[in-house]
């Protein structure tokens, strides 16, 4: 089936680790999404990437890191610097092109003790 | 960042009533979604507007493209227990930086 896979759902990790999040497509989407959302609240911009090997910051890109290799793959590293990096972990993609939609997967959400 | 001022935060209904939302931006854009997420799961595209005034159905769900092309509004329709969540307005430029911008969400919740 076509989609967005984000693994795992659940991640847990200790203070001052790097941690990486998971996200494929296969919808051979261009554009690819990461957003943060915390308890009910909405979802912000962390990074978005338009093409392979091009991404851009978004409006909370401090403490994380990308990488877009592949155009079906868009990880997402949480840097020991993102000071508060507990939250639930979102990543979209959208074809990014004429009348686009964008599709989310399931999130990982992700502690760290 | 780019501001979408959705609203209301939260809505308390009876199961049966109708339920209007909307949101606002401070620039043009090209694309409206909208979205209902419920909880511990991703966001679930429900509409999505392309053009101005352009009014969309899905089953008890409508929504527009306002004229201005600064706002966007989603009605559902005779409620039922399962439209509980939060919904999300976005916008999608396909100008430029193609970033997908969120509202800060409407809760809904329904007494049965």
């Known amino acids: 089936d076509g989609g967005i896979t984000q693994s795992p759902k659940y991640l847990f990790r200790k203070e001052g680790q790097n941690v990486t999040l998971s996200c494929e497509q296969n919808l051979n989407h261009d554009a690819m999404y990461w957003y943060r959302q915390d308890p009910g609240q909405g979802l912000r911009l962390i990074y978005y990437?338009?093409?392979?090997?091009?991404?851009q910051k978004g409006d909370i890109a401090e403490g994380y890191s990308v990488s877009r290799e592949k155009k079906e793959s868009f990880p997402l590293t949480v840097t020991s610097a993102q000071k508060n990096p507990t939250a639930f972990y979102l990543c979209?993609?959208?074809?990014?092109?004429?009348?686009?939609?964008?599709?989310f997967g399931q999130g990982t959400r992700l502690t760290v003790v | 960042g780019q501001q979408l001022n959705q609203s209301p935060q939260s809505m308390f209904i009876q199961e049966g009533e109708d339920v209007s939302m909307n949101c606002t931006s401070s620039?043009?854009?090209?694309?409206w979604l909208w979205y209902k997420q419920d909880p511990g799961e991703g966001p679930v595209l429900l509409i999505a507007l392309y053009k101005a005034g352009e009014l969309t159905s899905n089953g008890r769900l409508t929504a527009q493209f306002g004229i201005t092309r600064k706002d966007s509004f989603l009605n559902i329709s005779a409620s039922i227990p399962s439209d509980v969540g939060i919904y999300f307005c976005?916008?999608?430029?396909?100008?430029?930086?193609?970033?997908?911008?969120f509202g800060q969400g409407t809760r809904l919740t329904i007494n049965p």
């Open positions: 620039s043009i854009f090209n694309t």
């Open positions: 990437s338009q093409i392979v090997n091009d991404f």
């Open positions: 976005a916008e999608l430029s396909i100008q430029g930086a193609q970033k997908l911008v």
């Open positions: 979209a993609s959208s074809s990014g092109q004429g009348r686009t939609e964008a599709f």
